[in-house]
């Protein structure tokens, strides 16, 4: 399968799409068409195990460059680090409620379901391509990218893995996970503003030819962790034909019936997936789309014009604090006919004016496939507090949001169905373990404000019996390994990612490394 720019002028194999990460052009990759899975391909990945279903999805779109084999593979080695038998576990909360459990990787968030595969695919990919350069895998984070990334690429060899985060953008917890890492292959530096700037100046990092060619020089080739990457996003597709079969071998659904989504999102990667996974054949009806403040997308939903001209707003689900939403470029593309001289156009719109719109005929195709919403702080909390209440089910606070969303979801059906019931089944992505906000969870299920993250851990384990994972009670007791912290100005970060290419490490304190 080939791959194309959402801006036109590149077409590429799938390991090229990986390699590369984003088009020369600022494009993002998309498969040249969508690949379909049959009923009888269904049934038979009912049958299969997690990282069976995923070999099978990803192979869909990477089997003739990387290998069936070589696929599946990978994802039995990367799921094999995941806690418990299966990697991304349904769990019926009550009805038609269900939330699917993305947080049991390495990190104890939903990027580890791709971040574990990705080093597995871009070594076959490098290969493939016979590219022997060392690869400089370059990301920034809103908080849980990071450090799934940093874990992942880990002393993988012919890679290095550096992550800018905002400085006082991201929660305690996940600064930390950053900061301790270990490894000879990585590079943590904060970014002085928001996830916004530091996401700006990595994309421009990007597209400097000045930089690229000095990296060139030392035999280093840029590559992505974040979901700009293909070949990070395919893993997430499989996610929700997972969750889809399911429902079906524990008799929720008959095949053939719809189901809707309700996903959390900033940067709108993993929404994204979805719509990819219906563009396969899932039967999805709708794909609620959750923000919390920062409602960027849920005001471009509503009104159909993508508009960065607003504050922005610090809030207890740090890793959807976003206003430019890398990934909607994909959905523009497709919804405008796979125009790519139109996107591109908004894209350039969109850098210059902070804003664009999109047709009615294209509003109405946004209308059919999503509906978007926003939960303020207060929401958020309420809807975490109700459903433990009610079913002793906790959750961190980007899950919150997708609960709050999720009762506007269902109230506009109501209305739109003269308030009758509607069955469907409803599966909200989980995207991270609760302990990685443990002030704001239990704040938001107890009332109880307390000022240091792990009294905050042990408060929530007495009050909800659930297991903190050792990763995160470990963090108490490890020295910051990064402490770096830079201006955002280009020269700076270059500079920075330059050193760290020429081998310049930073050492793991004493009593660092476990």
Avoid at 326 to 344: V, W, Y
Wanted: net charge negative.
């Amino acid at each position: 399968m080939y791959f194309i720019s959402t801006r036109g002028g590149e077409k590429v194999t799938g390991a090229q799409a990986i390699v590369q990460g984003l088009a020369k052009n600022g494009g993002l990759y998309v498969p040249e068409s969508f690949p379909k899975i049959s009923q009888e391909e269904f049934e038979r990945m009912a049958e299969m195990s997690y990282p069976e279903r995923a070999a099978f999805v990803l192979g869909k779109y990477l089997a003739d460059d990387l290998g069936e084999d070589y696929l599946k593979e990978s994802c039995e080695k990367a799921y094999s680090t995941f806690s418990g038998n299966d990697p991304a576990p349904l769990v019926k909360i009550n009805g038609n409620l269900f939330v699917l459990e993305l947080f049991h990787g390495p990190t104890c968030a939903f990027k580890d379901m791709a971040l574990t595969v990705l080093p597995y695919l871009l070594k076959k990919s490098a290969e493939v391509t016979g590219i022997d350069d060392e690869i400089l895998i370059l990301a920034a984070t809103s908080g849980d990218t990071g450090k799934a990334a940093l874990e992942g690429f880990r002393d993988v060899k012919g890679t290095k893995v550096a992550v800018f985060y905002p400085d006082e953008g991201v929660a305690k917890m996940q600064r930390l996970q950053m900061c301790i890492q270990d490894g000879d292959n990585v590079f943590v530096s904060a970014v002085r503003g928001n996830f916004d700037d530091c996401q700006r100046a990595v994309k421009r990092l990007f597209a400097s030819e000045e930089f690229n060619a000095q990296l060139k020089e030392k035999g280093v080739r840029l590559s992505s962790a974040n979901s700009i990457n293909f070949g990070r996003l395919a893993p997430q597709i499989a996610y929700y034909f997972s969750a889809y079969l399911d429902l079906l071998t524990s008799n929720q659904i008959q095949m053939g019936d719809e189901i809707d989504f309700v996903v959390p999102t900033g940067n709108f990667g993993d929404i994204l997936a979805g719509w990819y996974a219906k563009q396969m054949g899932l039967p999805v009806r709708k794909l609620v789309c959750a923000s919390n403040r920062n409602k960027v997308l849920a005001d471009f939903f509503e009104k159909g014009v993508y508009d960065v001209k607003r504050n922005f707003f610090r809030t207890m689900s740090p890793s959807m604090d976003i206003l430019v939403s890398s990934n909607l470029e994909r959905l523009l593309f497709e919804i405008s006919g796979r125009n790519a001289k139109l996107t591109a156009e908004r894209m350039q719109k969109l850098a210059e004016k902070k804003e664009y719109s999109v047709t009615q005929a294209e509003k109405a195709i946004l209308d059919e496939e999503f509906f978007g919403g926003f939960a303020s702080e207060d929401d958020t909390i309420e809807a975490m507090y109700e459903i433990f209440d009610e079913f002793g089910y906790a959750m961190d606070t980007h899950t919150g949001v997708a609960l709050a969303v999720c009762a506007q979801y269902q109230e506009a059906l109501e209305k739109a169905n003269e308030d009758v019931k509607d069955t469907t089944p409803i599966v909200v992505l989980s995207t991270a373990n609760p302990y990685k906000f443990p002030q704001d969870v239990l704040y938001a299920l107890s009332g109880n404000d307390v000022k240091d993250s792990f009294k905050g851990i042990k408060r929530l384990n007495l009050l909800t019996a659930m297991k903190p994972p050792k990763s995160l009670l470990d963090l108490r007791y490890r020295p910051l390994r990064f402490k770096t912290v830079v201006d955002n100005e280009l020269n700076e970060m270059a500079a920075e990612i330059l050193r760290f290419a020429d081998g310049d490490i930073v050492p793991v304190p004493d009593g660092g490394k476990k």
